[in-house]
C-alpha cells in the first residue's frame, strides 16, 4: 500500500507537475507475536537430535534464550567452561 501511495504522489509531483498537498494516510504495520513452543513440542524437538553437537546447541539455546544469530557467532571463549 505504501509502494502505491509514493508511486502516485512521485507520478503527479514529477510527470504532471501537479503537486499536490493532499495528506495520504498511510495504513500502519501490522505486528506479530512470534510463535512459541509448548513444553512438550520442545521436549520432543530435543528428544529427536541424535547428533550429540547439535543436541548441545540446541540445549543452549533454548536453556539461555539466545537468538539464532547469537549462536552462530558463539566462541568457546564466550562459554565460561573449563577444557
Known sequence: MNQAISALRFYC?????H???????RPKKQTKLPQVLSEKEVAQLLKSVTNPKH???LFLTYSSG?????????RCTDLDIER
Open 66 to 74: 539466545l537468538r539464532a544469530g547469537e549462536v552462530v557467532r558463539l
Open 13 to 17: 509531483k514529477h510527470v504532471l507537475h
Open 19 to 25: 503537486p499536490t498537498d493532499i495528506q495520504y494516510i
Open 55 to 57: 543436541k548441545a546447541i
